[in-house]
């Protein structure tokens, strides 16, 4: 992999080379946030980075000791004309919404091969995961959840409500006029009627359609206040670790909407870490490339990712397709209404929430649970919550 950038005598002015060292190169690789791969000419994987690692679920020497065959389920894959195109003398052979096979089976990718100069027969593929279509089906999914619940909630909040008043006073009043074994089962149903109340008020947040303005936010500034009343209150005892970008542009949404969806993320969260070394991690960052088809027609980007991490014991795997569907959860004495309640406001906000496949490798170890929120950023002067 080494290059130098001249013949002898023009290095440094002190005499060391101006080159790279192959272990710098290397090291500049794995810091890029895309997968890469060197083929050699037998087709044998010669080197991958960090993100490649994380993106087959492999390590580099496991990969290394792979041929593409290997990697992607036979000599009949999609990869092998990428690779025949650029030896055959192309310079860069680009690749969009790849279907793959192999060990990235169902994946979409983009995906780039570029000759590499200094060796003969060797290509540098680059991988660009493409999860639009399925982002888009399950945000369908739920939205038409949403809608069921939206009737749902409106039935309950008429049909049970009022009558549950009535039972909650004639409980109240056997309460003070019985005792031992009475008196007990008087507390049991008022406290029974309490909880389906609160399950009821829940539901009735689902109905709340009225209109509101989008903005630009500060999405710092909404994440720094969740984290101090989640520190003032339910996580006083867990570790939030904040990874701010500082040059992400503010986020065109409504404060509101945000601060519910971060709090309910983090509640969420709190209540998964150990009671002792639990940990949260907020990360921001700035991501191209992802485009989303709007409702009212045209095309959004969504370049601001916001990233809500614990290191609990993660969400059970068959739960992990409709984890945001309403009443699924792994949890005993859950609702299963916070989550459906973030992806509602984040589809409202013309956003994108997805739990992460790739649980083993959370930036706050362990299992853990990975939320990736992205949203668009906003245009035009700045709004008074941005300055």
Known sequence: MAR???????????????????????DILNALPLAMLMVDEADGIGFANAAAESLFGLGEDSLCRMTIADLFGGADNAIAPLLSRIRAGSGVVVARELSLTGHLAGMLADVQAAHIADRSGAVLLVFEERRLPGVLQRRSNLEGAARTVFGLSGMLAHEIKNPLSGIRGA????????????????????EEVDRIHR?????????DVRPFTRRPVNIHTILSHVR?????????????VEHYDPSLPPVFGERDRLVQIFLNLVKNAAEAVPEKGGEIHLVTAYRHGLRMPMAEGGIVDLPVEVTVADNGPGINTDLKEHIFEPFVTDR???????????????????????????????VAGGGGARFTLLFAAATGAEGEDNA
Do not use: W, Y
């Open 199 to 207: 399950l009821v008020d829940q539901l009735e947040n689902f109905t």
């Open 332 to 362: 005993d004495g859950g609702s299963g209404l916070g989550l459906a309640m973030v992806a509602k406001l984040v589809a409202e906000l013309g956003g994108i929430v997805e739990l992460d496949a790739g649980m083993e490798k959370q």
């Open 4 to 26: 130098t950038d001249g013949g002898p005598g023009k290095g440094k002015p002190d005499g060391t080379s101006s080159s790279l060292t192959e272990k710098s190169q290397k």
């Open 171 to 190: 409980a109240q009043l056997l309460e003070k006029q019985s005792s031992g074994s009475g008196k007990d089962m008087a507390i049991l149903i008022r």
């Open 228 to 240: 101090d009343v989640a520190c003032s209150g339910f996580a006083k005892h867990i570790r939030i």
